[in-house]
């Protein structure tokens, strides 16, 4: 084991901590379900990723046409389909915990995955606290700020919610604290990770793309100052025939005692050298050869052997020389290549994000650059902006979170010790606070400033030097401590207003006085404090308007609230035990076996600090299982207990199960049902896709023509409506299946009505021309001549009015085998009660649509299929007249006539067979 593998571990082991007491707070402040229309965008594409591999937001088409275009949750792409304007990064984080609630059966999808920002905030504060003991803070200090962070700043708001936000703080924390641990480390998996992050915190929120040139600035200067701090490598020593620049060639020199060079050649004591390559100072070699004293080299051999030498001398030097150079070149481009390599690393992994982005743009729009919001919302006041965002008692996050304040002087203290990471924080959150600052969209529901989340962390970051500080300073009560307690306790009594009480009430309370979100943004809210959400959550404070699960007006959740209470006091024992125990060194266990008595020693029984070691595993084990268990049967209880999504097996979910239950493999359900969306989206497991409309007065608009038509698409389609009638003025969605398709049959469950219809266009054609009472000619039929059974058997009736009716009339249909007994019927008003008989105009030609569910179990054979009209009130059907006068029978519509007197027509003849 390595010196350092304890500290890790005990680092790691604290953070883990953390993290379970985070959560197990966030767990008893936990709420579910949807808070804003934001995140219900993001959840349906959650919601059609796992259910049908799409990424369309067609279960919620109802936000196009009841909000603002600019208020307008998506846009419609190129096949006429919804898709969400907003990041994918939060839909594909959803997808575990949503694929997980669609296992269990006694989950709610929504519920489970209200879990992920609880999660995600923990995660956070984890990261912070080993970001900060990294940066050299000490244990302490780095709990301590993680806690702050966790606990009283919005971050602790914003975990109850499915808002992409608390998923982009962690992804730029993240890239930061990977980018310095590479600095400390090295290693490019750190890279790997930290443009991962970086690419998804664009994923997650378009704006981020902006933050990506000061990390990639960072990462710069990192290899630039490792590169520097590497060595040139060994410089190559010249070689002896190499003279020093302006000198003469020497001889190879033996370094002497002393330092100075002498001959390789043996000198007598007190000797000159008379080698030509050791002379005097200012003497010249005039012979290669060692000559005697005073002697002269008088033979030519010997000068032309010298010359020789030389000039093998002089090519060596030239050669040593080239391969040098070259060297030098090969360990310079070497280091470009190595500095290089990094940042390829980085910049290949946000590619990949950056390519999704490109790819999920251009399957919504068509074009790989187009978001789907307005980029024209812009500002022409940013100091504006920037007062709202900061001080605004409607949005202004260091008056939503006091203590974050501290943290503008904590970062000049950082930036003494740390001056890169100090400005890489500052550049993040400037650019952040400049972008939004111009930015004129509003924030919809917010607790502070929403746009601000992610620089929660950042801003935690700069705190550390102000908490090292109240920590360490010697004095208790010291008025800094005093100021610094202040700031934290309030920051926490401010959060606990948010999560106790939804803000929404009081928000909403101030958009219907103030006409809307966008008008709102400029008003007296931004400016006077009674308009403050935090003096509103007091005005609004009442069982009525909980956010608390276990507190709601049906009643106090007790066991919920134990549960969930236990789990927090479990995790904050821990905490506190785990940093306890890493304060005191662990007994070695290796036995050292040349020392006495060791064999002794190694067969003893652990010691205290052995024992001190196991216990912080031991109780983060606990902690972890229990609230994992706990979470799992608490997420069963709230899918059993909670009042939000209606009691279980509401007549909603009777009428979906029922739907499902009858449905084929390419049927589609439509609702017109917009403030029960929540109940399907937490309880309806089948993979059958969904359709949501809005309650809506005809004519439909342009966009949902489309959507429609691909609903019916298949062999037949459902309407499911809520507290509709049938043929209801203001149903537009039902007007226009009523022309364009077959209804069949309806349903009610309470105040839930589930209709069918079938969506396949008959093809035998009959002409009849033959006159029902006084009044109405039916002048042909469509029917679909071969049909199998247990399918639906669409009819059109073509009619003329030649008189004015003064009654409705309604339709039936009847399918009779060959002994006339009847096997299917059908009774309804002309195109379900939109072409009332009272409304027809003479010499009109009205079309009709109605359909028969053939019962499963009919035998193969031929049937006869009749039809008419008769007098709801009465029960009397219109008889076919002879030629100038007609009768009425008093016969019930659901009898096939007995007497001589037809008061049915003959519509033709279906053969059905067995499949």
Not at 96 to 105: D, H, K, S
Not at 795 to 808: E, G
Request: with cysteine; glycine share 8%; proline share 6%.
């Amino acid at each position: 084991m390595s010196p350092n593998q304890p500290h890790i571990r005990q680092r790691r082991f604290t953070a883990l901590s953390l993290m379970l007491c985070l959560f197990a707070l966030y767990l008893l402040i936990y709420r579910g379900g949807f808070h804003s229309v934001d995140e219900l965008s993001m959840y349906s594409v959650t919601e059609s990723l796992a259910k049908f591999g799409t990424v369309n937001t067609n279960q919620i088409a109802w936000t196009q046409w009841t909000t603002t275009q600019a208020e307008a949750q998506g846009f419609f792409g190129q096949d006429g389909q919804v898709y969400s304007k907003k990041g994918l990064a939060l839909s594909l984080a959803q997808l575990p915990l949503y694929w997980l609630a669609l296992l269990m059966p006694s989950w709610g999808m929504l519920q489970t995955v209200s879990l992920l920002n609880a999660m995600l905030t923990a995660l956070t504060g984890g990261i912070l606290f080993m970001f900060l003991w990294r940066l050299g803070y000490s244990r302490q200090t780095s709990l301590l700020t993680s806690l702050i962070f966790g606990t009283a700043t919005i971050a602790t708001v914003y975990a109850k919610y499915l808002f992409s936000e608390p998923l982009a703080g962690f992804l730029i924390l993240l890239t930061a604290y990977m980018l310095f641990t590479y600095r400390q480390e090295g290693g490019l998996r750190h890279l790997l990770i930290a443009g991962l992050s970086a690419g998804f915190a664009v994923v997650t929120r378009a704006n981020n793309l902006f933050l990506l040139p000061f990390f990639g600035l960072y990462l710069a200067w990192v290899v630039w100052i490792q590169t520097a701090r590497v060595p040139q490598g060994k410089r190559v020593s010249r070689p002896p025939s190499i003279p020093p620049k302006g000198g003469e060639a020497s001889s190879p020199s033996i370094p002497s005692k002393g330092g100075e060079a002498s001959s390789p050649s043996i000198l007598p004591k007190g000797g000159e050298a008379s080698s030509p390559s050791i002379l005097p100072k200012g003497r010249e070699a005039s012979s290669p050869s060692i000559l005697p004293k005073g002697e002269e080299a008088s033979s030519p051999s010997h000068w032309e052997g010298a010359r020789g030498r030389a000039d093998s001398l002089s090519l060596t030097q030239v050669s040593t020389e080239r391969r040098l150079i070259s060297t030098n070149r090969t360990t310079r481009f070497s280091q470009i290549i190595t500095s290089l390599i990094p940042l390829a690393v980085f910049v290949l992994a946000v590619a990949v994000s950056g390519l999704m982005l490109m790819f999920y743009n251009d399957l919504r729009s068509g074009d790989p650059f187009q978001t789907g919001y307005d980029l024209t919302l812009f500002s022409a006041n940013p100091l504006l902006g920037l007062y709202k965002l900061l001080f605004s008692p409607l949005r202004g996050l260091f008056i939503y979170s006091p203590i974050l304040l501290l943290g503008l002087i904590g970062w000049w203290q950082l930036r003494r010790t740390h001056t890169a990471e100090a400005w890489l924080l500052a550049s993040c959150v400037g650019v952040t606070l400049a972008l939004f600052s111009v930015w004129s969209s509003g924030e919809g529901l917010s607790w502070g400033s929403r746009f601000l989340v992610p620089l929660v962390p950042y801003l935690s970051l700069s705190l550390a030097p102000i908490v090292a500080h109240v920590i360490h300073k010697s004095a208790p009560f010291s008025l800094f401590r005093i100021l610094f307690a202040l700031f934290f306790v309030f920051s926490m009594l401010i959060q606990l207003l948010a999560v106790t009480i939804n803000p929404w009430v009081f928000l909403n309370h101030l958009q219907t006085n103030f006409g809307g979100e966008f008008f709102l943004e400029r008003t007296d809210a931004l400016y006077d404090f009674r308009y403050s959400q935090i003096a509103g959550q007091i005005q609004m404070w009442s069982v009525e308007n909980s956010d608390l699960i276990w507190w709601q007006p049906w009643g106090f959740d007790g066991l919920t609230f134990i549960i969930s209470l236990f789990g927090l006091i479990l995790a904050g024992v821990t905490l506190w035990q785990v940093n306890r125990s890493s304060n005191i060194t662990p007994s070695a266990t290796s036995v050292d076996a040349t020392q006495p008595n060791a064999k002794n020693r190694s067969l003893s029984l652990p010691k205290a600090g052995e024992f001190r070691q196991l216990q912080p595993t031991a109780l983060l084990l606990l902690t972890g299982l229990y609230l994992l268990l706990s979470s799992g049967y608490l997420l069963t209880r709230y899918q059993h207990r909670d009042q939000q999504f209606s009691p279980l097996n509401d007549p909603y979910s009777q009428a979906l199960a029922s739907a499902v239950n009858q449905t084929g493999l390419t049927d589609s359900i439509i609702n017109v049902a917009q403030y029960h969306y929540h109940i399907p989206m937490n309880r309806f497991k089948p993979r059958v896709p969904l359709v949501g409309f809005a309650q809506q007065s005809p004519p439909l608009p342009e966009t949902a023509l489309p959507l429609l038509e691909q609903a019916t698409q298949g062999d037949s389609v459902w309407l499911v409506t809520i507290g509709f009638p049938p043929g209801a003025p203001d149903n537009a969605t039902e007007r226009w299946l009523a022309f364009n398709a077959y209804k069949a049959h309806e349903t009610w469950f309470d105040d839930v009505r589930l209709v069918r219809y079938s969506t396949e266009e008959p093809t035998m054609y009959h002409a009849l021309n033959l006159r029902l009472g006084d009044q109405i000619r039916l002048m042909d039929t469509r029917f679909m001549q071969n049909r199998q059974a247990g399918q639906l058997l669409p009819v059109q009736l073509i009619w003329q009015p030649y008189r004015q009716s003064t009654a409705d009339y309604q339709v039936f249909l009847q399918l009779l085998n060959h002994e006339g007994a009847l096997v299917a019927q059908h009774d309804n008003p002309p195109n379900g009660g939109y072409t009332n008989t009272s409304s027809w105009f003479v010499g009109q030609r009205i079309i009709s649509q109605h359909a028969l569910d053939l019962p499963a179990d009919l035998p193969t054979g031929d049937y006869r299929l009749i039809g008419g009209l008769y007098d709801p009130t009465t029960g009397a059907r219109l008889t076919v007249a002879e030629e100038g006068r007609h009768t009425e029978q008093g016969r019930h519509a659901g009898t096939a006539p007995t007497s001589a007197s037809q008061d049915f027509v003959e519509l033709g003849i279906v053969r059905i067979m067995n499949p």
